[in-house]
């Protein structure tokens, strides 16, 4: 009924720059809060930032000041543009949302198939 889909992510050399985007389709009713978790191998998924339909952010400590979300709730994207980057930001990187599907009045939380994201020292 809705599907994400991610893009973006790659090798990147510590200190670079990736931005990933994720697109949500399907029988969208309407979409409340989106985000972005990442795993890092032998590790628990963890949030890393998520925001509401009215664009309000949450970020985790470790990335504050170095990662921006934002989202375009026309396209019903999300993004995450990464700065500074340590290796210690290489995880798997999964989008959500939080989506209401037009045959349902529930919303349901919904997840990407997650892009890899390397960061070399």
Do not use: H
């Not at 949500?24 to 590790?43: D, E, H, L, T, V």
């Not at 375009?72 to 290489?90: F, G, H, I, Y």
């Not at 989506?99 to 198939?113: D, V």
């Amino acid at each position: 009924q809705v599907q994400l889909v991610e893009s973006g992510g790659g090798l990147v050399q510590a200190g670079g720059s990736l931005r990933l985007s994720c697109t949500a389709s399907g029988s969208i009713f309407a979409i409340n809060a989106m985000g972005w978790y990442r795993q890092a191998p032998g590790k628990q998924r963890e949030l890393v930032a998520t925001i509401t339909s009215g664009r309000s952010a949450n970020y985790a400590d470790s990335v504050k000041g170095r990662f921006t979300i934002s989202r375009d709730n026309a396209e019903n994207t999300v993004n995450l543009q990464m700065n500074s980057l340590k290796p210690e930001d290489t995880a798997v990187y999964y989008c959500n949302a939080d989506a209401r599907p037009t045959t349902s009045r529930n919303f349901y939380r919904y997840w990407g198939q997650g892009t890899q994201v390397t960061v070399s020292s």
